[in-house]
C-alpha cells in the first residue's frame, strides 16, 4: 500500500494577491451578508481616550462602529446626560485625531458595563547571579538541548513571579 500527499490547500483568487488580515475578512463577510459593522480598531480606542481625556474615558468607552456612528457605553445616566452635552466637542476632536477617511458622523451613547482599565504592568524583578547559576546548576545534567532551553525558561519565570509575589 502507498501512501499518498495530502494535497495543499488551494488559494481561492489570484495567487498574487497580498494576503488579507482576519479584520478585512470579517469586514467582506459581514458586508455580503449586508450587515455594515466595522470593527473597533486600537488606534480608535487610543483616540478615543486622547479626545475625551483619562476622566471620561474611565466612565464612557466605545464598543462598536457602524455606518460611521460610534456607539459608547457609559457607565450612569448622569454620565449618559452629560457626555449629550459634549457631543460637538468630542465629535470634533476625535475626528481630527481620526484624519480624513475616517471620521465619525455621529455618536450614541448607551447605560452599560465599562470595562476598567487597570494599571500598567510592573516589569518583572530581575534575577540575581546567584539564582541564575542555580537554574545553570539544575539543568547542566539534562542532554537534550531545547528540553534544557525549555526548562531553563520555565524555572526563571517561576522563581521572577515568586519574587514579585514576594515584592507585593
Do not use: C
Not at 19 to 26: D, H, M, T
Not at 54 to 80: C, D, H, N, Q
Not at 148 to 168: C, F, G, H, I, N
Amino acid at each position: 500500500m502507498t501512501r499518498r500527499k495530502p494535497s495543499p490547500v488551494k488559494r481561492k483568487g489570484n495567487p498574487r494577491d497580498p494576503l488579507l488580515s482576519v479584520g478585512e475578512v470579517l469586514r467582506k463577510w459581514f458586508n455580503r451578508k449586508k450587515l455594515r459593522l466595522q470593527f473597533l480598531d486600537r488606534f480608535l480606542l487610543e483616540s478615543w481616550e486622547r479626545a475625551v481625556g483619562s476622566r471620561i474615558a474611565g466612565k464612557a468607552r466605545p464598543y462598536m462602529v457602524k455606518e460611521r456612528t460610534l456607539f459608547v457605553k457609559v457607565s450612569s445616566s448622569v454620565w449618559m446626560h452629560q457626555l449629550q452635552f459634549l457631543k460637538g466637542d468630542i465629535l470634533e476632536k476625535l475626528n481630527g485625531l481620526l484624519g480624513p477617511g475616517r471620521e465619525m458622523e455621529s455618536l450614541r451613547f448607551s447605560i452599560g458595563t465599562v470595562e476598567k482599565k487597570g494599571p500598567p504592568p510592573r516589569p518583572a524583578p530581575p534575577l540575581s547571579d546567584r539564582e541564575q547559576a542555580w537554574i545553570d546548576d539544575q539543568v547542566s545534567p539534562l542532554r537534550d538541548e531545547d528540553l534544557r532551553e525549555v526548562l531553563r525558561k520555565v524555572m526563571t519565570t517561576s522563581l521572577m513571579s515568586r519574587k514579585d509575589r514576594e515584592a507585593r
